[in-house]
């Protein structure tokens, strides 16, 4: 069963999902020193830990190719880091966990780990309600109109809309004027409720709360209508590292 959790812990967790400078674990250990400095990306499914990603990958762009929904972008070299290798950017278009995992089976090097096989084998961080002011659903306002906007204008943007994403725009139509739960509503795993549900916020509304199924996917980043989305994904963290280690975040 989902373990429930505490979604205001991000008073203790003070670095942003793109800004991130080096991630710290219990003990004050650097989570991953070869990350200290450099921007923290959320890789496609599969990726292995970051040193060996950056060196197993041949950034032959091959998961990029076959992601149905053009989430998976190559890093260009303005960045100066990892120049070439795929990361996705859930302010742009989210992971929608495809069932048989069709970027990872692409993978030609072993920079994406064939162990995953299926989209609850994906981990790529854990979701974190990083910003519950804004959320609408706690402010108990509706979702305005133009929240798909952002979806509309990228899915005409790649020219070459694939039938996977044609049911998106349609799953994520007809929310206007109602309650926001759009996170959880398009949370795209088999058993979204093992990762995400609405529950009572001190507010008198609702908000959203994280469980251990949450696979890291962005989806809910993605679709969230605030104009900073309330919700974000932390690459490369693990429920157990952000909801349950209470020297998490603290150097
Ligand atoms: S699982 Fe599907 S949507 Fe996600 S990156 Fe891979 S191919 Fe793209
Ligand atoms: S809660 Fe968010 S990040 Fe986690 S699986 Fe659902 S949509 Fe993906
Ligand atoms: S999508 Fe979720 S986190 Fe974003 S405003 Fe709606 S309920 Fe809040």
Known sequence: MAKKVKTDRREFVKYSTLGVLGLVLGGGIVFSP??????NKLRPPGAV??????ALCIKCGQCLQVCPYHSIKLNDIAKGYGEGTPYIDANVRACFACNAVPCVLACPSGALDHKTEKAEDIKMGIAVLEFPDTC????????????????????KSVRNETPEEVELLKKFSGFEDKPCSLCVDMCPIPNPLSAIAMVPSASGGRKPEIYDGCIGCGVCQDVCP??????VVKPRVTYEEYYNDKSYGKV
């Open 226 to 231: 605030t104009s900073k989305p309330s919700i």
């Open 49 to 54: 830990a970051e040193k060996d990603f950056l």
């Open 136 to 155: 609408l659903a706690v402010k108990k306002e509706l979702v305005p109109k133009g929240y798909d906007n952002k979806m509309l204008a990228f899915t």
């Open 34 to 39: 070869y990350l200290k400095g450099k921007e």
